[in-house]
């Protein structure tokens, strides 16, 4: 099983990568399992726009739409931003659904994580980050994992500094992977 892992913030210091690593390490240890992590910030492109369209079509969306197309599920954390979904992410789901004769979504299952300094964890934008996918014909897993207080969060490391939260991320995956392999 293919799992792909990448967060919806472009951001260098961006808690959603943080946590979406934690996320892809607990995948390796699945057996069976083959998990990639990849950077928005590998894959530029512009603000969608018609006329960038059909003139030079961004080749970063052709690439991340083979990459969904490849795996088997995809895990994704991402910011809220004024209570919805990351305006980043929003902009990479829109040109990977214009790539011609590439339709990476439908069946594709989607865990849905995402992290803030806020007290929600992000679970708000999450809500609206269902949206677009469920449009495209994904499976959404229904349920979502917010981290609160990411700021405090992490380790030097990268780890989950609170071992609770750490297990319940496994928990979560664990029953993620089991219904990827129903
Ligand atoms: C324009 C904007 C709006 C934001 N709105 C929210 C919000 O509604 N809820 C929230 O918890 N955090 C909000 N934040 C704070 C982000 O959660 C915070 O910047 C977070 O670190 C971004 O994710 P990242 O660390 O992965 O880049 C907002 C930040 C920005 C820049």
Redesign the pocket.
Known sequence: MKVLCF?????Q???????VRVAHKILQTFAGVESEYLDLLDYPLPVYNGDIESKEFPQAARQLAAKVKDCDAVVI????????M?AALKNTIDWMSRVPGEDPWPGKWILLL?????????V??LWHTRVPFEALNAIVYPTMSGL?R??EAFAADGALKDSGAHERLNTLIGKFVEQIRK
Do not use: D
């Not at 967060?7 to 951001?11: F, M, Q, T, Y």
């Not at 954390?77 to 919805?84: D, I, L, T, V």
């Open positions: 967060a919806g913030s472009l951001r210091g961006s808690y959603n990568k943080k946590y954390s991402s910011p809220e931003n004024n209570g919805a990351a995402g992290a803030s300094p806020g007290a929600l964890g992000a708000r934008g609160p990411a700021h």
